[in-house]
T-cell receptor
Framework: TQLLEQSPQFLSIQEGENLTVYCNSS?????LQWYRQEPGEGPVLLVTVVTGGEVKKLKRLTFQFGDARKDSSLHITAAQPGDTGLYLCAGADNQGGKLIFGQGTELSVKP | DAGVIQSPRHEVTEMGQEVTLRCKPISGHNSLFWYRQTMMRGLELLIY????????DSGMPEDRFSAKMPNASFSTLKIQPSEPRDSAVYFCASSFQGVHYGYTFGSGTRLTVV
């Protein structure tokens, strides 16, 4: 069974600080995605990374896929209160048919 | 595009009653997924369909759960009989051309079984 572990589970920081969220597995994934979920809504796709070592930037967010395609990280620079939410990583299973989600990181950015 | 539409948004029912959750995927998307989200277990895949055909239902917890997709624009998830441990938020998601293109999720149905 392919599993994804995220850390930390909870993160509370002040506006302007930087942070990194990690997503790790012992399994190889064909691709990995990051989603952000706000209360009362479904997850919204932020990015998909496919190639080992790939780095993608989305404004203040930087996503990296590990060289072995077993892990990923999300780095936020100068966090803002609008970044508050649940961040989920999700890996495409080996058959490429479905996504397996991590437990999520609950981020709170205080003004 | 209205996105993935789920109904109802909230459902409160008594233990033993039948519950039906509904989903309308994005037009043109050929894959549909049903997930359940709880604090303890996170997002769990229950079942998914490709081109209206069930592909993997290994996540369906018990025979009390069933899902159908009679056409490309509609799917249902039914729980009969419902139990308090079924209380969760149920999400429907759809995608086009496979998992690597990402999923679009609906807003979910919050189910409470009392």
């Amino acid at each position: 069974t392919q599993l994804l572990e995220q850390s930390p589970q909870f993160l509370s920081i002040q506006e302007g600080e930087n942070l990194t969220v990690y997503c790790n597995s012992s399994s190889v994934f064909s691709s990995l995605q990051w989603y952000r979920q706000e209360p009362g809504e479904g997850p919204v796709l932020l990015v998909t990374v496919v190639t080992g070592g790939e780095v993608k930037k989305l404004k203040r967010l930087t996503f990296q896929f590990g060289d072995a395609r077993k892990d990923s990280s999300l780095h936020i620079t100068a966090a803002q209160p609008g970044d508050t939410g649940l961040y989920l990583c999700a890996g495409a299973d080996n058959q490429g048919g479905k996504l397996i989600f991590g437990q999520g990181t609950e981020l709170s950015v205080k003004p | 595009d209205a996105g993935v539409i789920q109904s109802p948004r909230h459902e409160v029912t008594e233990m033993g009653q039948e519950v039906t959750l509904r989903c309308k995927p994005i037009s043109g998307h050929n894959s549909l997924f049903w997930y359940r989200q709880t604090m303890m277990r996170g997002l769990e895949l229950l079942i998914y369909f490709n081109n209206n055909v069930p592909i993997d239902d290994s996540g369906m917890p018990e025979d009390r759960f069933s899902a159908k997709m009679p056409n490309a624009s509609f799917s249902t998830l039914k729980i009969q009989p419902s139990e308090p441990r079924d209380s969760a938020v149920y999400f429907c998601a759809s995608s086009f051309q496979g998992v690597h293109y990402g999923y679009t999720f609906g807003s979910g149905t919050r189910l409470t079984v009392v």
